[in-house]
């Protein structure tokens, strides 16, 4: 692990917001026990692996890095999943993150996940934020993925 002194911490309000954090997403690794759902108090919670893609630009001889982060979701009133397999050691990649307003002005937020996994969030409102923690670790792959 090392220290690293720009960690991210992002706050979307709009789905302008959400697509920059989807970007900064993309390709991370979460463990389904990493997926907490509170729902008395509306909070979707999320630690993932990142991948770094933000330094990789800087760079092409730069290491390949993911850091662990928190992705936060307030106000959410309703989660569904499909096609995600319960088991707690399992891991998931994130691809991207899709919104949409339905008919009711409830925003849909699509967590879209390799293998055809999505977790459907439902809110009244935009509210996320994305947190980098204090390390990264070297890894050795660039992300890959089945679609």
Request: proline share 1%; charged share 35%; glycine share 4%.
């Amino acid at each position: 692990m090392n220290e690293i002194g720009n960690k991210l911490k992002l706050i979307g309000n709009n789905v302008d917001d959400l697509k920059t954090i989807s970007a900064y997403c993309q390709d991370s690794v979460i463990k389904i026990k990493d997926l907490v759902y509170l729902k008395e108090n509306k909070l979707f919670i999320i630690k993932l692996r990142r991948f770094m893609w933000e330094d990789l630009e800087k760079g092409v001889f730069r290491k390949y890095k993911r850091i662990e982060s928190y992705l936060r979701f307030n106000l959410i009133e309703k989660v569904v999943s499909k096609n995600i397999n319960q088991k707690k050691d399992r891991n998931l990649e994130l691809l991207t993150i899709k919104t949409s307003l339905n008919k009711k002005k409830i925003y849909e937020i699509s967590l879209i996940f390799s293998g055809n996994g999505i977790i459907l969030l439902s809110s009244e409102a935009i509210d996320v934020m994305l947190d980098d923690q204090e390390s990264y670790s070297e890894v050795k792959n660039f992300p890959k993925h089945k679609l």
